[in-house]
């Protein structure tokens, strides 16, 4: 007998073709009320496959806007990102409740025949599969774009890889770190003459992440056109370069290599930091001319606005030395609260640089709900988390839960509920170590 007919065979009579989600329902939910919009993803399924941050993120993006998302974990070997994260307690970390946030957890082994006829049942009853392995990883496994859509032709497989699935380079590992590195990203970070730093976050994983997540309902709504799924394929190079505005178009009109800039971006003025009386910084933007001629009027220089060097904005960024001199000496006799009052009032674009401590107390952040505490079940206590981006009227993202607390959380509710697996079928998984 086939591992697919072995399980066929111990099925309870329950219909997997049953295709509605259900609230997620682990000890780590946080309480709602009957009157919580459906999410405007409700009733899509997703298996994630990824781990670490990328595909993760791009799952976490579909799960905040209400999809059920089942994250699938090899048996004992969970995804790393658990134990990720700065602060700790009682040797838990909190990197996983950021990712993993409304999420399903099962666990089952791709590599084993009997689990690969598991993941090909879900297949059928999903919408979307996202990975983040090597390109070739889900070939090697017999379970690449061809095999999936002959079970579910309207399955979406979402990529996301260091190089893309073509090209040179696909078979090569990939980090946010290189990718943020060859795509010239880096390079335009720092002061000129330095070392390029690195943002200390994995700015080109999220960044793939969300472009995966743009590609899959893209792909979502072109299925309701075609019927049909198709491949979404997210390189973390080609993400990072993607948001670099005009360097390309710069160098290929005029050869112009953009380079590192500090604190401002080079031609763009005046947008830079400014040391207060107080020893913080704000950053002040006024680089548009009616935004400048607010800012002269309240530095009580009003005929700035008018002077030959900074009359509009190519002049200003010919000139912008001098006039970053002029708005640093005016601004460091004022402390930073009397900058952003006096400028605030006036119209300026200004803000202080914030440290995270000064975030979760900002009463803007506050009051647009960006600012999250939800339950999590390893710690005993509710762990505040970034809120949803962006804000949709009808139906609005929402954060229902905290991640999975253990792999394989949400296992009976899967394999017995949603595919019917009775007693036998499950047991002989559990002793072959196939979940």
């Known amino acids: 007998m086939t591992p697919s007919a072995a399980v066929n065979a111990t099925r309870s009579c329950r219909s997997p073709a049953h295709r509605v989600p259900g609230p997620i329902g682990d000890a780590d939910s946080v309480t709602n009320t009957d009157a919580d919009p459906p999410g405007a993803l409700d009733g899509l399924r997703v298996l994630e496959l990824g781990t670490l941050i990328a595909g993760p993120?791009?799952?976490?993006?579909?799960?905040?806007m209400g999809a059920e998302v089942i994250k699938v974990e090899p048996p004992g070997s969970p995804d790393p990102i658990r134990t990720w994260g700065q602060a700790e307690q009682d040797g838990h970390r909190v990197y996983w409740t950021v990712h993993a946030r409304n999420k399903k957890a099962i666990t089952l082994d791709l590599r084993a025949p009997a689990g690969r006829a598991v993941f090909l049942d879900?297949?059928?009853?999903?919408?979307?599969?996202?990975?983040?392995?090597?390109?070739?990883?889900?070939?090697?496994?017999?379970?690449?774009?061809?095999?999936?859509?002959?079970?579910?032709?309207?399955?979406?497989?979402?990529?996301?890889?260091?190089?893309?699935?073509?090209?040179?380079?696909?078979?090569?590992?990939?980090?946010?770190?290189?990718?943020?590195?060859e795509s010239g990203l880096r390079y335009l970070n720092g002061y000129p003459g330095e070392a390029p730093p690195r943002l200390a976050l994995s700015l080109g994983d999220t960044l793939a992440g969300m472009f995966a997540a743009q590609g899959t309902l893209a792909a979502v709504y072109r299925r309701t056109v075609t019927g049909r799924g198709q491949v979404v394929d997210t390189a973390l190079t080609e993400a990072c370069l993607a948001i670099q505005e005009s360097t390309i178009a710069d160098y290929d009109l005029a050869g112009v290599v953009r380079g590192p800039s500090g604190t401002r971006l080079d031609g763009i003025a005046p947008s830079n930091l400014y040391l207060a009386a107080d020893g913080l910084r704000v950053v002040i933007a006024a680089n548009q001319d009616t935004v400048f001629g607010r800012l002269c009027a309240a530095?009580?220089?009003?005929?700035?606005?008018?002077?030959?060097?900074?009359?509009?904005?190519?002049?200003?960024?010919?000139?912008?030395?001098?006039?970053?001199?002029?708005?640093?000496?005016?601004?460091?006799?004022?402390?930073?609260?009397?900058?952003?009052?006096?400028?605030?009032?006036?119209?300026?674009?200004?803000?202080?640089?914030?440290?995270?401590?000064?975030?979760?107390n900002d009463p803007q952040m506050r009051a647009r709900d960006m600012l999250v505490a939800h339950h999590d079940e390893r710690l005993g206590r509710d762990i505040l988390g970034p809120g949803i981006v962006p804000k949709l009227?009808?139906?609005?993202?929402?954060?229902?839960?905290?991640?999975?607390?253990?792999?394989?959380?949400?296992?009976?509710?899967?394999?017995?509920?949603?595919?019917?697996?009775?007693?036998?079928?499950?047991?002989?998984?559990?002793?072959?170590?196939v979940i």
């Open 299 to 360: 530095m009580g220089r009003p005929e700035l606005a008018s002077d030959e060097r900074f009359v509009d904005h190519r002049a200003r960024g010919v000139n912008q030395d001098e006039l970053d001199e002029i708005i640093a000496r005016w601004a460091v006799r004022h402390s930073s609260d009397e900058l952003i009052d006096i400028l605030g009032e006036a119209g300026v674009v200004v803000g202080p640089v914030n440290t995270v401590a000064e975030v979760v």
């Open 57 to 64: 993120f791009a799952g976490r993006l579909l799960a905040d």
């Open 393 to 433: 009227s009808e139906s609005p993202g929402r954060v229902r839960s905290a991640g999975p607390a253990r792999p394989g959380t949400h296992n009976d509710e899967i394999y017995r509920d949603l595919l019917g697996l009775g007693d036998t079928a499950m047991a002989n998984l559990l002793r072959d170590g």
């Open 122 to 181: 879900l297949v059928e009853i999903a919408d979307i599969i996202v990975e983040n392995f090597r390109p070739g990883t889900l070939e090697r496994w017999d379970l690449g774009y061809d095999v999936l859509a002959a079970r579910n032709p309207g399955i979406i497989l979402t990529r996301v890889s260091g190089y893309g699935q073509t090209g040179p380079a696909a078979a090569r590992a990939g980090y946010a770190s290189v990718a943020e590195a």
